[in-house]
């Protein structure tokens, strides 16, 4: 599956953004994820969602402020972005992988395909 990553910009802290990964293929049975990379940092998981859809799991630095959503039927995962800080400025990358369980959803390592990335800068 090709993972096309879109939505980002630039924002003032605060603002909200929504970030969509358009998927060339069905993706119901696969897990989904966002990580994200800042300028001289490691790529960091951001948020995933499972094949079922219902719940979505985050990294404690979005928690409560981001969203992850799943649209089967478009075939396209969301990240709904609320009160964005300048440390959430990075490249975000959607990504794919269809065997994954609940302690290696973060694992940047066992996802099969990526989308290219899309920036999201917040000024403060």
């Known amino acids: 599956v090709q993972l096309q990553a879109s939505g980002g910009g630039l924002v003032q802290a605060g603002d909200s953004l929504r970030l969509s990964c358009a998927a060339s293929g069905r993706i119901s049975t696969y897990t989904m994820a966002w990580f994200r990379q800042a300028p001289g940092k490691a790529r960091e998981f951001v948020a995933g969602i499972f094949r079922s859809g219902s719940a979505g799991h985050y990294a404690n630095s979005v928690k409560g402020r981001f969203t992850i959503v799943r649209d089967n039927v478009k075939n396209t995962v969301y990240l709904e972005m609320d009160m964005l800080k300048p440390e959430d400025m990075a490249v975000y990358y959607c990504?794919?992988?269809?065997?994954?369980?609940?302690?290696?959803?973060?694992?940047?390592?066992?996802?099969?395909?990526w989308g290219q990335g899309t920036q999201v800068t917040v000024s403060s």
């Open positions: 990504a794919a992988d269809r065997g994954l369980i609940l302690s290696s959803m973060r694992d940047q390592g066992q996802y099969d395909y």
